[in-house]
């Protein structure tokens, strides 16, 4: 298993605690594989096959990255710890919905090695 843990800007702190976000939190990639994102009390599971391209993205306005979020252009899901960088996670059938009324197309994740997490799923 390999674990991606989530780059946590300590300015957002107080809402992260609310969000029940933890330092142990991110993404994992299983020795079954499986793509695992836990972000508080919300998380997400595919098969890695189910991934069908990988994008680094960032920076980003925090507004727009920090939190858990949807996309204001799309169905997306955000895991967001930070506004600096991250990796959008396209998928090829859309993951259970997590919040909103839609399944999810893609997610972001605010991983602090988006460049490393890419290269893993792309394995």
């Not at 994102?37 to 925090?62: C, F, M, Q």
């Not at 727009?64 to 090829?92: I, M, P, Y």
Request: hydrophobic residues 40%; glycine residues 8%.
């Amino acid at each position: 298993m390999q674990h991606f843990p989530y780059r946590i800007d300590r300015r957002w702190s107080p809402l992260f605690a609310v969000l029940g976000v933890k330092d142990s939190h991110g993404v994992e990639l299983t020795d079954d594989g499986m793509f695992r994102a836990k972000y508080g009390r919300w998380s997400v599971e595919t098969p890695i096959d189910n991934i069908d391209h990988t994008l680094v993205t960032g920076p980003h306005r925090w507004y727009t990255a920090v939190g858990l979020r949807l996309s204001f252009s799309d169905d997306g899901l955000t895991f967001g710890t930070n506004h600096e960088s991250g990796l959008c996670v396209a998928f090829v059938e859309p993951i259970r919905r997590v919040i909103g009324l839609k399944d999810h197309s893609a997610l972001w994740v605010s991983v602090a090695d988006p460049g490393a997490l890419a290269a893993a799923i792309d394995r």
